[in-house]
């Protein structure tokens, strides 16, 4: 079993601080959910987690299987077997989608980016059709002229032709229609079965018809703040985030008194 952990992360973003001592862990073969209000720090522990050079740590670590690896570029941390998929992808419209999954199934590999694999097309056409992907993807740019669903379906593909141990997804259901839902739902339930650990955030619940979470962490303020099963995902969606916390306050309140 592998384990990737975050302890105590403080980060800042040019200069202003957004998280502020955020502790979660993932095994593989887990779900886990990370939830939260606009501005909670979601995207931003995930940007960290990937190694965006922007986000700078000043507190705390990111562990893979007891190891640091807050040190480490992007790419080892990918090549050490974590995948990030984020909330708003950027386009690289001169490269063909194409030739990303080859580059990407090389690096692991440890072989040369150009270094030609038609088993790697042949297998991501047939997931492509599992996801709802037309076949013409592959020969455009990367984002050239995908749709926000599109996007997300591309990185969802990427985590199941490269079976990385981590799969971390930045809102998957985002721009999703309910078929949509479903696939990404699909595949996130296989590769977990497959043996990857999943760290993803959403808004909704309706992604619980289609996965069953390990564990639920909700995140306000830079901080998490709640952690529970899927229950909380339904109370959020029922209530909303600010009378779900109001109701844990006065819970807390009633046992002190």
């Known amino acids: ?122 297998q991501a056409q047939r997931l492509a059709a599992e996801l709802g992907l037309k076949p013409e993807v592959f020969n455009r740019g990367v984002g050239a002229g995908f749709s926000g669903g599109e996007f997300k379906r591309a990185e969802v593909l990427q985590a199941l032709l490269l079976s990385p141990k981590f799969t971390v997804l930045d809102e998957p259901d985002s721009g999703l229609d ?16 497959s043996g990857s650990g999943i760290l993803l955030s959403t808004h909704y619940a309706r992604v619980l018809k289609f996965i069953k979470p390990t564990r639920v962490y909700v995140m306000a303020e830079g901080r998490v703040v709640l952690e529970g099963d899927e229950n909380v995902i339904r109370k959020i969606e029922e209530v909303g985030y600010q009378s779900y916390f109001n109701e844990i306050r006065q819970e807390l309140g009633s046992a002190g008194s």
Do not use: C, W
């Open 1 to 122: 079993m592998h384990k990737l952990e975050v302890r105590n992360l403080r980060v800042a973003v040019g200069g202003r601080e957004i998280l502020k001592g955020v502790s979660l862990s993932v095994a593989t073969g887990e779900v886990v959910v990370l939830m939260g209000p606009n501005g909670s720090g979601k995207s931003t522990l995930f940007q960290t987690i990937a190694g965006n050079p922007r986000y700078e740590v000043l507190d705390g670590d990111i562990l893979l299987d007891g190891e640091s690896i807050k040190e480490l570029p992007p790419e080892e941390r990918f090549a050490r077997g974590i995948f990030v998929g984020f909330q708003s992808p950027v386009a690289v419209p001169e490269v063909r989608f194409a030739f990303l999954l080859q580059a990407m199934i090389n690096i692991r590999a440890g072989k040369k980016l150009t270094d030609p694999n038609p088993q790697v097309l042949a």
């Open 178 to 193: 309910i078929d949509g839902i479903a696939a990404v739902g699909r595949a996130v339930t296989r590769l977990a079965a």
